[in-house]
């Protein structure tokens, strides 16, 4: 897009951030009563939330079950009001059918299925504002839910995207820079073990950048899973410290 | 033991409490949950809204967007609320298309809009004929924890007072129209309404604000929307009849309810604009 | 004797190193030669009689456990043929399910003793309270329960007048208000357990 910099002479983004910077990450364990797990994120701008229902029966007949595993179910939704021009179809279409799909198989890899045979496990997504890296905010989202609603996990699961830019390459990209028609790597991974559950790339990039971006987007999933981290630990010591406040 | 007993027999829970007038959660029978309001939380819409009602969460968007009016209303611009019960919220809600009570609740949140008069649709014409805002309200639940209507009439008046037009001209010359985004216009709100469910309990019995649990025990809802100093409308769909002096009592009660709202509201907006 | 530490552990954090004397519990998981946990929470150990420990990671709010082969549920009785009867699962062993299971109790499953002769509309009716034991995943539709041992059966019961019930013999139950006696296969409950409220 002629006459937006993406990364300026000084080495600054649109929004000011460094090419290593991820925007600022503010999160929240257990917002909702209802749900067995929740939790509720915001990455920069992008606001998403995460709910997860279960193990339970699985619905629809149990003509679905896996016989020993626990079958995991997504739904990724967009809110009507999430982006600049009103969403007609907030679920069902193909963009969101994908994504779907995607959060599907990736949380397959890191929940512990066979606990829970014959079960269903429920993970809903709902983006309320987006301004870039959805998947990547959604992934975060949906792990921190699990985490709540106690479901075994291997790891975390921890997501950021990438980009490359005036050869340099840029993390947690946000909508404007998606937009603009560079490549667009984002990547999933199990940060204690280094290992990557999930990995999408669009657009053209040269194979000699391509560990350059893949290794600077690792290197953000590893921030992300710092900050993740002590919102779990400040939340598990806030609940067990409200538990006996209850119990004496 | 009590929460095996509240599974096993919850009607004989809930009469226990109901007998001393109170209810488990230890509010009173004509006490609304703590209620909790947010107001322009989302920046991509022009509008919006977040209540908590106890632990009801119900989140409204508004987005308005630019559109030739019906020829048979000219001058009018429309007015288009939708109601979305997801999954999310509730085990209750599978996914899928919108099912009865999503249905319900748009129709009755239609109604409010259309009987209360709080936006006039001429207020939203920029051009007779050619030019007007058509404004999507989008109600989405968060939350199911019961009285999902009350908070959603809620979030619709308060994310309309926090609405901010782009001021447009409609250009003759080349019939397209002219935004300015510089120069936000809020909407001219002329009501506040306001909505009060009360729950019947084995025919005898009234209380407000019902939880999810105590909805599913009940036998019978009254919602009354109250319009400042007017009675706006009532919905009594069937469940057990009820005596004129009960129902006055619900009048009382919901006009006391609506003043709670609107002081909330207005300090919340005062808050923000400070 | 489970002792709390004052460590909080996460998901796919490493515990210590497996050796002979520890067994991995709930929340927890091996993998090359290492203990790691796979849930948020505290870690608990227990000492068993054979010196080993037993390592959990949990937090004191409960979550949603799945029906397992031998545990002792509670269910609430929804429909009874002639051959089996059909119920919901409300909780497994303390825990209560946010949402039920389908289960099923078939005919020979009922009693240990004179399994042919059993009919069913004298052992359960629908909205009945018992406890039962899982015997089998099941198949398509639910999860197969029995009753077959003296302490499983009907708990609580309502009679015909509406009142809840007290039993008498391990195949009848009163009702207070009216005296009329119903047939139920009782579960035998230890008299200590027992409390009885005011209706």
Redesign the interface.
Known sequence: MAGIELLSDQGFRIDGRKPKELRRIQCRLGVFKQADGSAYIEQGNTKVLAAVYGPHETAGGRGKALHDKVLVNCQYSMATFSTGERKRRPRGDRKSKEMTMHLQQTFNAAIMTSLYPRSQIDIYVEVLQSDGGNYCASVNAATLALIDAGIPMKDYVCACSASFVKDCPIVDINYLEESSGGPELIVATLPKSSQIVFLEMNSRLHEDNLSKVLDVAVKGTKDVYQVLDNAVRDHISEVAAFHKLDQS | MA??FK???PLEYYRKFLEKDVRPDGRELGEFRPTILNIG?????EG?ALVKLG?T?V?C???A?LATPKTEEPSNGYLVP?V?L??????MF??GPPGEQAQVLSHFVNEVLDRSGCIRKEDLCIQTEKLVWVL?C?I?C????GNVADACILSLLAALKSTRLPAVKYNEETEKPETDSAKLEPLHILSNPVSSTFAIFDDRLMFVDPT?KEESLTTGTVTIVTNDNDLCIVQKPGGSPLTADQINTCFERAFSRSKEVLRLIDETLHSIER | MSMATKDIYVPGQRICQLDENIICGQGTYDKNGFVYSSRAGYLHKLQSQDGKILFEVRTNVETTTVPSIDALVTARITNVTPRFCKCAILSVGRTLLRETFRGQIRKEDVRATEKDKVEMYKCFRPGDIVVARVISLGDAQSYVLSTAENELGVVIATSEAGSTMVPISWCKMQCPKSLAEEFRKVAKVQPQFIQYSGT
Do not use: F, H, Q
């Open positions: 929460d095996d599974a096993a027999r939380c989302i920046s991509t819409a919006s632990n969460t989140m968007g508004i987005k967007e939708n979305e997801s999954p999310l919220c509730s085990p599978r996914p999507y989008d989405l968060l939350d199911y924890d999810v």
